[in-house]
């Protein structure tokens, strides 16, 4: 799913969304401030982002601290959109193989479906 916004790039969404619940709403409106400052073409870098190269090229984290848990979105830097691969809870340190598998196989597809 697309979101097209007057400004900036689009929001590609491949899976996940940000809603409340289970963000708070406070979580929900940090997202989406980092998101919509993603779209403007803004470069985040650590606390908010960091860069997931496990994942593939220009793909990165956002980290939304929520009250019990820290949420992740995945998400790649297109020429032409922010494509969003995954939305979870993040409760270790280490990314779970399982999403870093998802979001290649995600990412793959829609490079496939666009081209």
Known sequence: MVQCMDEGKPLAWLHGEVKTPPFSREARVEAGTLLRRLQQGESIGLPHSR??????????????????????????????AIVIGEVFAKKTGKTPKKVIDTCKRRFKSYDEAVK
């Open 51 to 80: 860069p997931m190269p496990s994942i593939g090229k220009r793909c990165n984290e956002l980290r939304i601290p929520d009250e019990d848990v820290t949420w992740r979105i995945i998400y790649r830097t297109d020429g032409d």
